[in-house]
């Protein structure tokens, strides 16, 4: 037998092999998958916009509408004329149509604003004054998490559709939306769209809100997913906020731990 203290008998450092995992570790996993997903899909995209890029000025060329280019020079610094500078002038713009062409894409990563939701000045209507008439019918829209949102695990969003707030399939309002009185529960961790949207222009929302006439009609519309977001806005504006978004998330998730506290492991093995 060991002659250990009994303040020994359970050793720091070494997790049990059938530990359970817990939320934070399944949920930073999930967030390298996705963000190694997306990376992938944008290194298509950006070889797509070179191919194409590249397949315009060699039509030009042999249509006859470009001069003939000038004689190939070194891999690093073709000379002006060249196919490998025509293409290299044409594909960041190649690329930032592509980019922005995909924000209508189905299954994107989406990710909202990286701010810091605790700086930002909210901007909501008296909502306590007002659920018992539009009962909360915002929280019915979609919207992205941020990368500070998923850092402190509180707001819970889709894992088949990342990183949307998580919705309840029986009424269609987010899972921190109380039911009974449509108060939000996780008010002061709330969402920065949370804080600094306002419904009082939005007709999803308000027949008339000077008057206090709640529209009409169904949210989500038509059954799926209603966004936060109108689908009017700019791509081009949302494509370079969602890339800013992304490199925040890939350094954030670099920056991160899994274990935050020492946890016990199991009891070390006794001595012969």
Not at 13 to 32: I, K, S
Not at 76 to 96: C, F, I
Not at 101 to 124: F, I, N, W
Not at 139 to 144: A, E, I, K, M, V
Request: aromatic share 6%.
């Amino acid at each position: 037998m060991s002659d250990r203290d009994d303040d020994q008998a359970t050793s720091y450092g070494t997790t049990a092999p059938d530990a359970p995992v817990n939320r934070r570790e399944l949920e930073r996993a999930l967030r390298f998958v996705n963000l190694a997903v997306t990376n992938a899909r944008e290194d298509v995209l950006r070889l797509a916009a070179q191919v194409v890029a590249l397949t315009d000025e060699l039509t030009r060329r042999i249509d006859g509408l470009e001069p003939e280019p000038a004689a190939p020079g070194t891999p690093a610094a073709p000379p002006v004329g060249t196919v490998e500078a025509a293409v290299g002038m044409r594909t960041p713009m190649m690329v930032t149509q592509l980019l922005t062409a995909d924000e209508t894409s189905q299954g994107r990563v989406l990710l909202g604003a990286p701010e810091d939701k605790y700086q930002l000045d909210a901007e909501a209507p008296p909502c306590a004054e007002l659920l018992h008439l539009c009962q909360a019918r915002c929280c019915r829209l979609s919207f992205p998490l941020s990368s500070q949102d998923l850092d402190e695990g509180i707001i819970r969003w889709d894992y088949g559709e990342p990183y949307l707030n998580r919705q309840r399939e029986s009424d269609h309002y987010c899972v921190h939306n109380d039911p009974d009185t449509h108060f939000c529960t996780v008010h002061k961790a709330r969402p920065g769209i949370c804080r600094t949207y306002t419904c009082t222009n939005d007709p999803r929302i308000w027949a008339d809100y000077a008057n206090r006439i709640p529209a009409g009609g169904i949210i989500p519309l038509g059954g799926k997913r209603t966004e936060f977001e109108p689908r009017e806005f700019d791509l081009a504006q949302r494509m370079k906020r969602r890339q800013l978004a992304l490199t925040l998330e890939a350094s954030t998730l670099h920056a991160a731990y899994t274990d935050l506290v020492p946890r016990r492991g199991p009891a070390p093995p006794e001595d012969d």
